[in-house]
């Protein structure tokens, strides 16, 4: 059973910073791309950023310049370093692994449960 903790979440003032981690954990035989998704009230799940793998990153454009994506492999996590926050950036924000759990098994998508990251004006 794989599962995705995130942690790091929570409350700043605008132009403040927050971490956020996710580490994945149980059967993982190799892992793929890492990201961060976010929803806020009433829209849709948007992109944030991706790493792949190899450490290749993609951001949005709204938080380029402002975000930064790493990935620990050894410790099946991965972190968004945010700065200079906004409170258009209020939101839920998800961690995504693609992975492969077993040998013989396909890769597969597996989400986080969740942080709320609020930012106040």
């Known amino acids: 059973q794989v599962q995705l903790v995130e942690s790091g979440g929570g409350l700043v003032q605008a132009g403040g910073s927050l971490r956020l981690s996710c580490a994945a954990s149980?059967?993982?035989?190799?892992?793929?791309?890492m990201g961060w998704y976010r929803q806020a009230p009433g829209k849709q799940r948007e992109l944030v950023a991706t790493i792949t793998s190899g450490s290749y990153t993609n951001y949005a454009d709204s938080v380029k310049g402002r975000f930064t994506i790493a990935r620990d492999n050894a410790k099946k996590t991965v972190y968004l370093q945010m700065n200079s926050l906004k409170p258009e950036d209020t939101a839920v924000y998800y961690c995504?692994?693609?992975?492969?759990?077993?040998?013989?098994?396909?890769?597969?998508?597996?989400w986080g449960q969740g942080t709320q990251v609020t930012v106040s004006s």
């Open positions: 149980g059967s993982i035989f190799s892992m793929n791309a």
């Open positions: 995504n692994a693609n992975l492969r759990p077993s040998v013989g098994w396909s890769n597969r998508d597996y």
